[in-house]
């Protein structure tokens, strides 16, 4: 299971939440969380709900997000001005046959939008899903990136 | 980490209760005539670090080690099930796919349920 997971709903990933929080608020908890290295805050949305956390590496954006069980056709990423939107959803099927002795995995979804906090190169980004984690990355553009600065001495 | 022993076939907390909360995984338990099927979400986790073993009528799953200590690493879990003693050791099969374990646990014979033809009379 995923340690330190970023409450992305209390940044206003989350469908009900984000209404409330001017843009500018949102990416200032963003930053604030990423800066922290996201621990603080912790998922309290209920299970039927995807955990998933964005980092900041300097060079990109990267998304994860634990989806046990789903295809890659069972979930939708797009981007469109900045803003990144993401949905996709487990049913929880029982096998034909069985009977129910226990039953903790529910239906699974992952569903939200965000304001991406900077510009990103849409021709690099990459999504993969391995053994039920999506990895989104996302590189920075250009003038998004950090840049070092040398100092001179006197 | 837990290491209480669960019954199989109690605990039918539904899906409210699964293991987003806890970090441990979320486990369905089904049953036919020949078979238990135990199914875990565990995603992240690689194969090789995955660990079923079955003792006397004990099934336990667990993960052992952390695997790296990069932030959105899988942690360590143990889950360990009473199955009662109609499952067949030698029967034992484990499927691993996107994040989801699945373990099939044939029974004996003994424990599968029998027809028994009722004859006619002569």
Known sequence: MLSNWNDLNALGFGGASHSAASLAELHQRLERAMRNGAPALHHRASTADARWMLEDTGESLELRAELPGFRPEDVDISIDDGRLVISGQRTASVPEGYAVLRKERGELTIRGALELPCPVEMDGAEARLDRGVLRLTLPKAPEAKPKRITINAS | MSTEIENIKTGQNGASNGAFLKATPAVDVYENADEYLVVADVPGVARDALELEFEGSVLRISAPQTQGDSAGAPMAFRRTFEVSNTVDPDGIEADFEQGVLTV???????????????????
């Open chain 2, 104 to 122: 099939r646990m044939k029974k004996r014979a003994a424990a599968k349920p029998r027809k028994i033809e009722v004859r006619q009379p002569n």
